[in-house]
């Protein structure tokens, strides 16, 4: 059973940074395009950063510059790192995996920037 678990979120103010990790199990992560999505209340969920299986990234216009998406495959893991946080970064962020037909979510972590 696949299975994505999410961490590193947490309270954070504007100019801040975190780290978010999501560890995969059940399966390798080399195989599969990684995302972060994210998901503000009363907004629909919408992609942050993505990795693919060559490590090519691809990142939403609003977050370029400040959030890095990279990937240890060794350790089936993969991280967002998000610098110069914003209030309008407050979501809550899933990772994501997906390969051909499948495609499989984790339990989400919360970001809140806040002063």
């Known amino acids: 059973q696949v299975q994505l678990v999410e961490s590193g979120g947490g309270l954070v103010q504007p100019g801040g940074s975190l780290r978010l990790s999501c560890v995969v199990s059940?399966?390798?992560?080399?195989?599969?395009?990684m995302g972060w999505y994210r998901q503000a209340p009363g907004k629909q969920r919408e992609l942050v950063a993505s990795i693919s299986d060559d490590g090519s990234t691809n990142y939403a216009y609003s977050v370029k510059g400040r959030f890095t998406i990279s990937r240890d495959n060794a350790k089936n893991t993969v991280y967002l790192q998000m610098n110069s946080l914003k209030p309008e970064d407050t979501a809550v962020y899933y990772c994501n995996a997906q390969r051909t037909i499948r495609n499989y979510w984790g339990q989400g972590t919360q970001v809140t920037v806040s002063s």
């Open positions: 059940g399966t390798f992560l080399s195989l599969y395009t």
